[in-house]
């Protein structure tokens, strides 16, 4: 089973510094968790890595140094307060 990834309406910004990203999966902008076990960041709901082609296309994170950045935005991203409800 793959299902079609879903891509962003046009002219989206992904919240990367608040360690938010296109999920093509949930098609919708997530949270993003950091998985210490393999150093990565993956969709909070479907738990897709960062390092998912199309997360990377969505969200153009093809430079290793944007990967890296947005790595580290959800790792410090995770102590963060979680705003709740709405
Ligand atoms: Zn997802």
Same mark, same amino acid.
Request: glycine residues 10%; charged residues 35%.
């Given at each position: 089973? !793959?299902?079609?990834? $879903? =891509?962003? =309406?046009?002219?989206?910004?992904?919240?990367?510094?608040?360690?938010?990203?296109?999920? =093509?999966?949930?098609?919708?902008?997530?949270?993003?968790?950091?998985?210490?076990?393999?150093? #990565?960041?993956? #969709? !909070?709901? #479907?738990? $897709?890595?960062?390092?998912?082609?199309?997360?990377?296309?969505?969200?153009?994170?093809?430079?290793?140094?944007?990967?890296?950045?947005?790595?580290?935005?959800?790792?410090?991203?995770?102590?963060?307060? $979680?705003?709740?409800?709405?």
């Amino acid at each position: 089973m !793959s299902p079609k990834p $879903i =891509p962003p =309406p046009e002219g989206f910004k992904p919240a990367l510094k608040q360690g938010r990203a296109w999920c =093509p999966v949930c098609g919708e902008e997530t949270r993003f968790r950091y998985d210490g076990r393999l150093d #990565c960041a993956r #969709c !909070s709901q #479907c738990g $897709i890595s960062e390092r998912d082609f199309y997360v990377r296309q969505y969200n153009r994170l093809w430079a290793d140094g944007d990967l890296d950045r947005f790595t580290r935005s959800v790792r410090s991203a995770k102590t963060a307060k $979680i705003k709740k409800g709405g």
